[in-house]
């Protein structure tokens, strides 16, 4: 076939079994929701529907026994998606940089974006109830099409489940769709970096 594909974008669709750690972190979860003041401010002064402890909250991993449990399973999951694509790591290992918690209420959502100064980014997910809104994957090579007419593939949409971790590299744009969720969707967030 004269027609082949280079440079693919890879992406990591995996499932953490462990349902007492699932039940752990959505503990954690709405525990930090209700008492992170700051994260709280910051998700209102922000437009954002729900609370993230993004900008509020650095050392979930040393703070919560089940945000550590996480990392743990996490770290494998990184690093067994830096090997599938080819990451030459020098003998190093990609090391978590930030972790957030994000309880999504109805007809929340999270524009489009990528992570900047991070080398591979994902998310975990806790609840995800029915309407909940998909992670919205863009082709990269989008802004460079210019004079290119339509094609499948330019937006994927991956709906995750409780206990799904998806992994992507940071430079991947993607959005979080908005959530018809009558409850609320509760996913944790995380970059690694090199």
Same mark, same amino acid.
């Given at each position: 076939m004269p027609t082949r594909p280079l440079f693919p974008t890879m992406f990591y669709d995996a499932a953490i079994d462990a349902p007492d750690l699932l039940a752990d972190l959505h503990d954690s979860c709405l525990s930090l929701a209700a008492g992170d003041a700051a994260g709280r401010r910051w998700s209102r002064e922000n437009g954002y529907r729900g609370y993230t402890s993004y900008a509020s909250l650095d050392d979930l991993p040393l703070r919560d026994p089940a945000f550590a449990d996480l990392k743990r399973h996490l770290d494998r999951h990184v690093a067994a998606f830096a090997r599938d694509v080819?990451?030459? *790591?020098?003998?190093?290992? *990609?090391? *978590?940089?930030?972790?957030?918690?994000?309880?999504?209420?109805?007809?929340? /959502? $999270?524009?489009? $974006?990528l992570h900047p100064h991070s080398t591979v980014s994902g998310t975990f997910y806790v609840a995800v109830p029915p309407g909940s809104g998909a992670l919205k994957l863009e082709d990269p090579r989008l802004p460079m099409m210019m004079a290119a007419p339509q094609r499948?593939? /330019? +937006?994927?949409?991956?709906?995750? $489940?409780?206990? /799904?971790? +998806?992994?992507?590299?940071?430079? *991947?744009?993607h959005e979080v769709m908005p959530s018809a969720a009558k409850d609320a969707r509760i996913s944790i967030s995380f970059n690694y970096r090199w």
């Open positions: 080819g990451m030459d *790591l020098a003998g190093k290992r *990609l090391r *978590l940089d930030s972790l957030w918690v994000n309880v999504m209420k109805s007809g929340g /959502t $999270h524009s489009g $974006h499948d593939g /330019t +937006f994927v949409y991956m709906k995750p $489940h409780p206990g /799904t971790v +998806f992994l992507w590299e940071s430079w *991947l744009r």
